[in-house]
């Protein structure tokens, strides 16, 4: 490894750390006026301008504290659970494409930190992890409010992961491929010259159960059940308190952001420019020399745009949803995840293998 | 006459069942309340420090005693009040009033040399303005009774004979 590389890789991984962290406050910010916008109310305004400083201010307070290992816990997983909980996503953000490529002193670099062929295996990897702080905290906690709440949490994802699968398996099935880079340049083309060809027009099924299976996968509302302040007091992290509870609540939002970018990558173009940005690359190509390299360069930065908005589009769903839909019942959950995603999503994936078989090519 | 009995329970429908609709449906509501608040900045809120909630004549908040052109209190020390109250919250010592403190002549013989109202006991039920018959006790429109210390929960005499404009 050259230094050059080094740099490159120490580069993207400061870029992607960055937005993905220094998004969570301004998630939680926006969660909290979010809510309050849709309910009618004000929200936090008192701190910093918008009240922008209010997380800030949280986060302080929770540093503050006393960091207590209650005495009767199992303190290895009690400590391990909200290093994983913050580790799995980030683990999984690796992997996304955040742009084609950029030239660099005539040297290619592709913006994905992780270059490697399984991406998609290696990031449902990751996300499956997440089901491990629930378990952990929730055990290792002692305490049955918190393994009821870690039992449900695990009942949960299992059922939704099955039908998450099969949504996945009938997108790879499309693709042809593992590599994220390689299922965004799929989805670059258009129908007609103007639909783009993005995964959700060619699978519309599979995004709906992947849509809605994520949102089980990162325990959002309206299947939030591993936490629920009236029958379980607070869920799997009741006994924590200071930064440990601080890293739950930060590796939610970074769930989030980790979420938000899988949807795009797969079923909405993931870099691939919003439609109009392709003329505004070349607007703005005029300005400069016109070498193919800077004509490449400013395509990345619109691609990164790109998917910043996408992903950005995907965060206020998320909120947006959560303030809008009451939380589902522990059985009409179960029936939702085994009696109509997983058989919806297993048609679908016969469908999908049929039609390509026979129809495609 | 016999009972007609009426089922307006009925099967959802096909759009009902699939709930993806009332899901749009209900986004969309948000969706509209979120562009009110954030573009619009409509809200219900009070902006509370700056902006306080107008209170109607009839809230019944911290006590005062009214007073005479002579800062002297109306009170007459007749326990009227004390008898009355619920919560028995109001202690009163009676005693007699100098007559060069009541320029009035006989009308106020007596006077309370403590009138202390426990206001944590209090249950503001405003009894004791009803039961008084010199309009002396009487509570005012003040609802910020936020206090620090029990000690403070006490209303005495200096307290309540504080200057209160209108109700207060
Ligand atoms: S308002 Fe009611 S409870 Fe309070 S002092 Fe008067 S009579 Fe007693
Ligand atoms: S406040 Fe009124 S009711 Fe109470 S003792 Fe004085 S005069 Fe009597």
């Known amino acids: 490894m050259t230094l050059f590389d080094f740099i490159q890789l120490f580069a993207k991984i ?6 993905a962290l220094t998004s969570v406050p301004f998630l939680v910010w926006f969660e909290r006026r979010g809510s309050a916008w849709m309910q009618g109310r004000v929200g936090p305004n008192r701190v910093g301008p ?10 302080l307070k929770l540093f503050t504290k006393e960091s207590f290992i209650p005495g009767h816990v199992n303190k290895f997983f009690y400590v391990l659970a909200p290093v994983i909980a913050l580790a799995a996503p980030v683990g999984a953000l690796m992997v996304i494409p955040f742009g084609s490529h950029v030239i660099v002193f005539g ?114 509302l309206p299947f939030d059940l591993p936490e629920g ?10 006994e924590y308190g200071a930064m440990k509870f601080g890293m739950f609540f930060l ?19 993931g870099f691939g420019l919003l439609p109009g940005f392709a003329s505004l690359v070349e607007f703005v190509g005029t300005f400069t ?46 029936d939702l995840g085994w009696k109509i995603l997983f058989p919806l999503s297993f048609v679908n994936l016969i469908v999908i293998i049929l039609v390509s078989h026979f129809f495609v090519k | 006459m016999a009972t007609k009995t009426v089922n307006v329970s009925k099967p959802y429908t096909w759009s009902e069942k699939i709930y993806l609709l009332a ?44 007073i005479d052109r002579n800062k002297t209190e109306n009170c007459t020390a007749c326990y009227l009040c004390q008898t009355v109250c619920p919560a028995e919250c109001i202690t009163i010592v009676a005693g007699e009033r100098e007559s060069a403190h009541n320029p009035d002549g006989v009308k106020k013989e007596k006077q309370p040399v403590k009138f202390d109202i426990d206001a944590l006991r ?7 303005e009803e039961a008084c018959p010199k309009d002396a006790i009487k509570l005012s429109g003040k609802y910020e009774m936020a206090i620090t210390s029990r000690e403070e929960a006490k209303y005495d005499l200096v307290y309540l004979k504080r200057e209160v404009k209108g109700r207060g």
């Not at chain 1, 590796?251 to 173009?269: D, H, K, P, R, W």
Request: contains cysteine; charged residues 15%; hydrophobic residues 50%.
């Open chain 1, 229 to 238: 302040d009236s029958e379980i007091v607070g869920g799997y992290h009741i």
């Open chain 1, 289 to 334: 020399s016109g070498s193919p390299e800077t004509v490449q360069n400013i395509q990345a930065v619109f691609e990164f745009v790109s998917l910043l908005l996408k992903v950005g589009f995907f965060l206020f769903v998320f909120v947006w949803v959560r303030w809008t839909l009451p939380r589902f019942r522990f059985d009409q959950l179960m």
């Open chain 2, 23 to 66: 899901i749009v449906q209900g986004l969309l509501i948000t969706l509209k309340h979120f562009i009110n608040g954030f573009f619009l900045r409509k809200h219900n809120t009070i902006m509370y420090p700056e902006v306080r909630r107008e209170y109607s004549d009839r809230f019944r908040g911290a006590h005062f005693i009214s």
């Open chain 2, 122 to 128: 209090c249950c503001f039920c405003g009894f004791c």
């Open chain 1, 50 to 59: 918008f009240g922008l400083l209010q997380s800030v201010a949280d986060v």
């Open chain 1, 14 to 19: 400061a870029v992607v750390l960055g937005f």
């Open chain 1, 107 to 220: 040297q290619k670099i592709v913006l994905q930190i992780a270059e490697i062929d399984s991406g998609l295996i290696f990031l449902l990897a990751f996300a499956g992890l997440e089901v491990y702080p629930v378990i952990l905290g929730g055990w290792a906690s002692h305490n049955k409010y918190t393994v009821l709440g870690s039992l449900r949490g695990s009942s949960q994802m299992v059922s939704y992961e099955i039908s998450m699968g099969m949504s996945i398996l009938s997108m790879l099935i499309i693709y042809g491929t593992f590599n994220l880079q390689e299922m965004v340049f799929w989805q670059s083309e258009k129908i007609f010259g103007f639909i783009p060809y993005w995964g959700v027009v060619v699978n519309p099924i599979g995004a709906l159960i992947f849509f809605i299976a994520i949102f089980a996968e990162t325990n959002r």
């Open chain 1, 251 to 269: 590796a939610e939002y970074v769930a989030m952001v980790m979420a938000s970018a899988l949807i795009s990558t797969m079923f909405f173009g």
